[in-house]
Nanobody, 125 residues
Framework: QVQLVESGGGLVQAGGSLRLSCAASGRTFRSYDMAWFRQAPGKEREFVAVISWGGGSTYYVDSVKGRFTISRDNAKNTVYLQMNSLKPEDTAVYYC??????????????????WGQGTQVTVSS
């Protein structure tokens, strides 16, 4: 069982940066691939980035490549999403998620076992 709590969202101007954090409870954090998803009003939840259980592999949706960086600190049970050069179209609620079938680096929300409550990111133009 894993509980996830996101933080770090807020309001930022276009071109600015934010760093999201997702703190996980439990001693098995290192057993999970971790991902970030986002959901804008009126849209379906969208995959953003995933990092493997050991942190050695990452994968991003094309729209954020070169701007966002996912990382993790297994000693702190935390996964991060550094977001730079933010655009108004990045506005959404951002969720972190954990996949117990580690190593698969999956991008579909249906495969993830645990979810946080979400944190709002708003980018003004």
């Amino acid at each position: 069982q894993v509980q996830l709590v996101e933080s770090g969202g807020g309001l930022v101007q276009a071109g600015g940066s934010l760093r999201l954090s997702c703190a996980a409870s439990g001693r098995t954090f290192r057993s999970y691939d971790m991902a970030w998803f986002r959901q804008a009003p009126g849209k379906e939840r969208e995959f953003v980035a995933v990092i493997s259980w050991g942190g050695g592999s990452t994968y991003y949706v094309d729209s954020v490549k070169g701007r966002f960086t996912i990382s993790r600190d297994n000693a702190k049970n935390t996964v991060y999403l550094q977001m730079n050069s933010l655009k108004p179209e990045d506005t959404a609620v951002y969720y972190c998620a954990a996949d117990s079938d580690r190593g698969r680096m999956r991008t579909l929300a249906e495969y993830y076992d645990y979810w946080g409550q979400g944190t709002q990111v708003t980018v003004s133009s």
